[in-house]
């Protein structure tokens, strides 16, 4: 009689516990984002491009960390609104650090960011304003699919082991921060074939 009710009880744990946890290091963190996202000599535009004079905005540098349970991201603003007047910028433009806190969430599959706040060591006009647009941007717009850097993790192939493997129903079903990493916890099927 102790044998099924073990059985029935195991069943339930397995049932109610994530399959497994993904740990992503924040350093790992920063070059997925950096592959993904600042493809431009090390940039991601936010508005213009490499060419543009007078209006454009891009992210450099980012870092990655954690605070207080919350994601946080380092990086450097660059941008100008101006016009071209004879060849001259004529408008308003800065470069500045900012730090952006963040709550990492799980959106249809994908890692995206709530409760996004941007702050800067110092403040004008122009900074309130983009900081404004970083925030609705980050909070809006960013996204990574995790379910697809699992699969290249997951599938490559390894010499000589005359075997491949496929990811199959991965879904990620929580996140959580700790000092030094990312942590995911996931449900998947690996097929060995």
């Given amino acids: 009689m102790i044998r099924p009710a073990a059985c029935v009880l195991l069943a ?12 992503l290091r924040y ?6 984002i950096a592959a993904q996202l600042f493809t431009e000599d090390g940039r991601r535009y936010v508005r213009g491009n490499r060419e543009a ?8 540098a980012p870092h990655i960390g954690a605070s207080n349970g919350r994601l946080r991201v380092t990086a ?14 004529m408008g308003v433009g800065d470069s500045f650090d900012f730090t952006m806190l963040a709550t990492p ?3 249809g599959g994908a890692l995206g960011l709530d ?31 995790i379910r697809d850097q699992a699969s290249k993790l997951l599938e490559q192939r390894r010499e000589n082991s005359g075997v ?10 929580g996140v959580r921060l700790t000092d030094d990493s990312m942590v995911l916890e996931v449900e998947f099927k690996l097929v060995v074939k």
Avoid: H, M, N
């Fill in 105 to 107: 969430v799980v959106r």
């Fill in 76 to 89: 450097k603003f660059s941008g100008r609104s101006a016009l071209d007047v004879f060849g001259r910028c």
């Fill in 115 to 145: 409760k996004v706040e941007v702050s800067t060591p110092r403040d004008s006009y122009y900074i309130r304003r983009v900081r404004r647009s970083l925030a609705a941007s980050f909070g809006k717009d960013f996204k990574i699919d």
């Fill in 12 to 23: 339930a744990c397995a049932v109610s516990s994530p399959a497994a946890a993904l740990e």
């Fill in 164 to 173: 491949a493997q496929e990811l199959k129903d991965f879904a990620v079903s």
């Fill in 53 to 60: 004079r007078c209006k454009f905005a891009y992210l450099e």
């Fill in 27 to 32: 350093a790992a963190l920063e070059r997925l």
